[in-house]
Structure formats: C-alpha cells, structure tokens
C-alpha cells in the first residue's frame, strides 16, 4: 500500500506553488490509484468499515484491506494490513465481531476480529475458500457459500502405468454445455453450498445438497431457524440458467422449500427487521435482451407476493431494509441514486452519487448502506477521482465526502475535464446522452483529434465517473467521446431494447451522430477521428469501420465479429441464441451473418488493431483472429495484439490496462 501513515480524511487546497507542479497523470500512476468499496456502518452508526483497494506495483495485482473512519472524517485507520486480499466485512449483529475473508493462508478462509480487543482468528480450515457471509441474529452463527469439490470424469481410463513411466498427461473428458467461464477456465468438477459454522470457531455444516450451485445472498429467519437463498434448482437449469427462485431450507431438517415460482430470475433475499418479511429483485423472463429488475416482498412463507416498483422504469441494484422501508439503488440516465420504497410502493428519491468502482473505464457502478436510523455511507466519485467514502443524513440530501484516499497522487496531476453532451440521433431523433473528456491544458482556440470510445455489455452504461483509461488518452492531447447509444441502461426498458434482436443497427446512427455533435461544438479536427472500444464496444467499433471510412484508424478491443461463431464457442452461447437472436445459427444463419461484422470486412479500409486477451473465453481470441486474417487478406493495414493470460476484463492486472491504453494511443499517434 503506498500509504505508511493514517490518512487525513479532511479535504485540503493546494497552495497555487503546489498546483503550478502539476504534471500529466501518466502511465505509473495507474498503481497509485486505490479506491474504497463495500462500507458499512459499525453499530452505534458513529464509524464507517470498508475495504480499501490498492495496486501492488512488484506483483502487479489489485490488493484489499479494511479501513475504519468515524462519520465525521476523523480516526481514519487501516484494521489489516499487508499483501493480502482481506474483503466482505460483516459485523455481528451484536457489535463485537467482525467477520470477513482474507486470503492470507492461501484459500479464501473467513476471518473473526474482536472490535474491541483487535484480536483475530480463522474460524475454520477451508479448501475452497468461502463467500456470501451472513450473521444469524443471534450473532453465534455465520452462514457461507463454498464450492464443494467433485469427481472429475473419466471416459476411457488408461490401464495402470508401470512404477516410473512418464505417460502423457490424461484426457480431460466433457459432457457438458457449460464447460468454460471467462475469468476461471475449465468449470471445475463439484457444486457451489451454503454452510454455517460456529462464529467462534468449529466444523462448518453443509445445509444444501444436490447437483446445484448455491452462490446467492443468504438471509436468517429472525429466529434462526431457516435460511433463505437464492438457487437455479430446477431440472432444466442447465438449459434454462436465468431461472431462479428464493428457496428457504430449514437448517434441523434440511427440507428446501420454493418460495417463489416463475419463469424468470428472483434473487437477493433479505430478512425485514422485524422478520416477518423477506424482500427480493427479480423479474419475468419474456427472452428479452434486457429486462428492468423489481423489488418485491413476501410473507416469510412465501404468500403476498408484491411488488413494490412495478412503475420504476428503471433496474434496482442494491438495497437495505431500514424498519419498513426499503432503500435501493439504481442508475438513471448513467448516474447511481438511492430512493427509498415503503410497504404501500411509495417512492421518494433521497441522494445520488453513488459511483466510483470500476477501474478502468468509466462504467456506473458503487456500493451503499443505511444504518438503522437512516444515515446512508456510500463509495463516491467524481469524474475527477475514484471511490472515497461519502455520508449522507437522516433526511437525505447532499453527500459529505469524507475521505481524500487519492488526494497524495490527483492533486499533484492534471486532469482531462469532463463536460456532458446530449445530441439526437440522425436515425430517428432519439435523444442520446455521452460525455467528453477534453485534453490536459485544453486550449479552446484550437482544434483536437478525437477518440470515439465505445462501451462494452450491450446493456451497460457509462456515467460521469473518473476513467483511468480515457484520463491517459486525454493527458496524451486526444478529446475522448464516451456514449450511451440505445441498448444502453439507465434510461429505461424500451431505451435499451431497441437493439432487441437488431444489434448492432442503428446505435450506429447514435455513435456518428455523436461524433458529428462534438464536431460542431468547434474544437475537433474532422480529419482526425479514431475509434476504440472493448467487448460490446469492439463488436461496434468494428461494426462503423464497415459502414464508413471517416476513421483514420481504429483499435478493436475483444470483439464478437462473427456471431456463429461465437455463439458456439463463447461462455454464454445460450444467452446469445435465446436472448440476442432468438434462434439456433443453423435455423436462421441469414440473421446471424447480417449481424456480424464479418460481413462489412469487404468495405474496411481503415487501419486496424485487434486487442484481446489470450485466454479470453467471453469473446474468444478466433474472433480476432478471424477479423484479423480477413482484413490482411485483404491487404488492409492491421495488427494483432495477444494479452498472454487475460481473460475478457485485461484490465484486472493493472500493467495490462497500462499496455492496452499504450497499444491503442501509440496506433493512433502512428495514424495521423
């Protein structure tokens, strides 16, 4: 961690000597960036508990310990240290325990801290490592997810090898659809269970069974006799994956009950704090690219079914029960805001702000809590930095930051600043929304060459949130567009729908469009446009290089280019032939060909850089390579980049999001 002394939480002007220091924030200053996550109140609602993540520049790998601040800003301390991973806080309910989980013995293990004595230990030894911590009332148990191994299959099994021959290394033999997930690789044999185990320490007790995984959010009755869960525990949950329930299991029997019962997915139980609720999100599944997620509530047996935000057109995220109200988080128009629901489905809107976690690239995201009077702690950002802590009172209002975690490093650097644009689109007048970054030293008599950065999902969103990624571009004298063409969250069922079975289209109208707005604002130079994005954001990129030559160059990040393809080798190939397509490529291939950017490769002549990571299993390296081979044999300038050992996100090692920014600006610079 780069810091050895406790923070001063109190925000401080620089002296004009020490801003006329200033330099462009640049490459190394990736692995000073630390951001803060996950708060929570301790119990008398006076301190705030959140886990602190750092870059360790010598293994380069994101780390995590657990700061504690008052609310007011003062005694800002690290409670674990060292280059560990220690994360998930959750204090007892009584106050004197701290649970969390912290990698220092190799695996996940769950961790117990004394608040008032300091004092820590493992509760128990566990292979697999644990997730999803949750206190039962009494604060004497916590329940957990861990991954109970299985047995790996063998097919054809060799005969016993003689006593020191070296044989091949045995195949591995696979049966089944979902056999890969980007982040992990191979799915390892075995299923994901809830377990309890005494706080204090003893023999953890697997409560689920059966070929399912059980990796939800867990809830206790208020009398600690039943868990809830959120699980997929249908026969056809292998075909049917977003088809989940709330299911309660009694913990003397073992009996496991649905709750809900719905085509769609129900998850995220949590107990009301009187316990005779259980509230939950979800929606009904109608094969939809995109569905609004709700909030409902029911009797603890399952009855009264309601929903208390059936007119929100809007996806709820997060929340915390506070007595009989419910406070949630959702994005609207690419900013994260907190409202409050009561049992009647009223709806008041109390902050915004919440934001600040994604590293990287500037996607809404950020994590809340209330303390039992209301009082709310939240991550919060700005454009211009990452996640601090942020408070907010009983009744709502403006956010009161309480930390500076990056001040040492973003008050020493100059920034790109970060204006928002709206535009219509040429397609059909729709309104669109985005932002742009404008270089270091932006000097308004002159004109710039401009990024179009794309992003990734479809349906995601880019907020008004600080940007590693776009910061650097900025500091190397580019403006930088980022946009939510439609497909994009935040702006309502029907806003992100309208790529339902039709992307991409005419979020390429959204795109140019926006290019063409910045233009007349006067300060772009027209004959210098770049275009890059990842993931979603690479299917687009590849998409407008297709459909016109206006780019000088292009940087095409972890695409999809050719949508059979991916649809059969990918890690979610279901969702993308039953959501995105609604058909098998071999029943409807026409609509799969037109779809992809494959088919536009014949009118490219724009300069173009493939990026993708070498064991990226979302949108697999044959992708790029298939965009690559197609451009070269065309005799089109083109290059390859192979991120070794990335999967999809590339920037989880902090030196590949160095490498990636570098790529895509160097081709740019070299493309003028």
């Known amino acids: 961690m780069k810091h050895s002394l406790i923070l001063v939480s109190t925000l401080i002007l620089l002296p004009l000597t020490a801003q006329a220091q200033q330099k462009n924030f640049d490459w190394l200053d990736v692995f000073e960036l630390e951001y803060a ?194 699980a997929n525990r249908h026969d056809n949950h292998k075909m049917e994956t977003r088809d989940s329930e709330i299911y309660a299991v009694d913990l003397m029997s073992g009996n496991i009950s649905p709750m809900t019962d719905r085509f769609g997915p129900d998850s995220n139980p949590k107990m009301s704090p009187d316990g005779n609720m259980v509230a939950y999100t979800g929606s009904n599944d109608e094969r939809m690219g ?7 509530v029911m009797n603890t047996d399952g009855t009264g079914i309601k929903n208390l935000t059936p007119d929100l057109d809007r996806s709820v995220g997060t929340y915390h029960w506070v007595g009989k109200a419910i406070y949630f988080q959702y994005t609207d128009l690419g900013t994260n805001k907190i409202a409050r629901v009561n049992m009647s489905g009223d709806i008041y809107e109390v902050t915004e702000g919440v934001s600040g976690t994604s590293f990287g690239r500037p996607y809404s995201s ?42 040492d490093l973003l008050d020493h650097r100059k920034l790109g600043t970060v204006e928002e644009v709206w535009y219509k689109s040429s397609h059909d007048g ?9 270089p270091t030293d932006f000097d308004p008599s002159k004109k710039y060459p401009l990024i179009l950065e794309i992003h990734g999902g479809p349906f995601s969103a880019y907020g008004p949130d600080f940007s590693a990624e776009i910061q650097l ?68 990129s590849s998409w407008i290089i297709g459909k016109t030559d206006r780019f000088k160059a292009a940087v095409v990040a972890k695409p999809v280019i050719n949508w059979t393809s991916f649809t059969l080798y990918s890690d979610m190939s279901l969702s993308s032939a039953k959501y995105w397509f609604g058909s098998m490529p ?21 300069p173009t850089m493939l990026l993708t990571g070498e064991s990226d299993l979302r949108t697999p390296m044959p992708e790029s390579e298939q965009y690559y081979q197609a451009l070269k044999m065309q005799e089109v300038e083109a290059s390859l980049v192979r991120i070794p050992g990335s999967y999809h996100g590339i920037t989880a090692r902090p030196s590949n999001l160095i490498t990636k920014i570098q790529h895509i600006v160097k081709w740019f610079d070299e493309h003028p």
């Open 473 to 540: 571009m900025a500091n190397k004298g580019y403006m930088v567009l980022y946009t939510n063409p439609r497909g994009s969250t935040s702006y309502g069922y029907e806003f992100a729908n309208k790529i339902h079975h039709n992307y991409p289209s005419n979020d390429y109208d959204d795109l140019i469009s926006g290019v063409d707005h910045v233009i007349g604002m006067g300060n772009v130079d027209p004959d210098k446009l770049y275009v890059t994005g990842g993931s979603g954001g690479g299917v687009l």
């Open 290 to 296: 995109y569905h609004n997620n709700h909030l409902y």
């Open 37 to 230: 996550n996950d708060p929570q109140f301790t119990r008398d609602g006076e301190s705030v508990i959140y886990v602190r993540t750092f870059m360790d520049i010598m293994k380069d790998r994101k780390r995590s310990n657990l700061w504690i601040v008052d609310t007011d800003g003062n005694n800002h301390r690290p409670l674990t240290n060292g280059l560990n991973n220690n994360s998930n806080p959750r204090l007892s309910p009584d106050g004197r325990m701290l649970a969390y989980t912290s990698n220092e013995s190799g695996k996940s293990q769950i961790v117990i801290r004394f608040m008032d004595s300091g004092e820590t230990f493992e509760v128990a030894q566990l292979q697999t490592g644990a997730s999803r911590l949750s206190w039962s009332p009494d604060s004497k148990y916590i329940a957990f997810s861990a991954h109970v191994p299985g047995k790996a299959k063998t097919y054809a099994p060799l005969p016993k090898a003689p006593e020191g021959a070296e044989w091949a290394e045995k195949a591995r033999y696979i049966d089944e659809l979902q056999f890969r997930r980007d982040g992990t690789g191979y799915v390892k044999p075995g299923n994901s269970h809830i377990f309890t185990v005494p706080a204090l320490g003893g023999t953890p007790h697997q409560v689920t069974s059966g070929a399912f995984n059980h990796n939800s959010e867990i809830a206790w009755a208020a009398d600690g006799s039943t868990l809830y869960f959120s």
């Open 366 to 407: 950020g994590t809340f809590n209330v303390a039992s009077d209301g009082q709310i702690v939240m991550t919060y950002a700005t454009a211009m930095d990452q996640a601090n802590i942020g408070v907010v009172g009983r009744r709502g209002g403006d956010v009161t930051q309480i930390t500076d975690i990056n001040g």
């Open 430 to 438: 729709l309104d669109i929304q985005g932002w742009l970054v404008k």
């Open 586 to 606: 071999w029943d409807d291939q026409e609509q799969y060909w037109k779809r992809s950017p494959l088919s536009l490769v014949g009118n490219v002549t724009t």
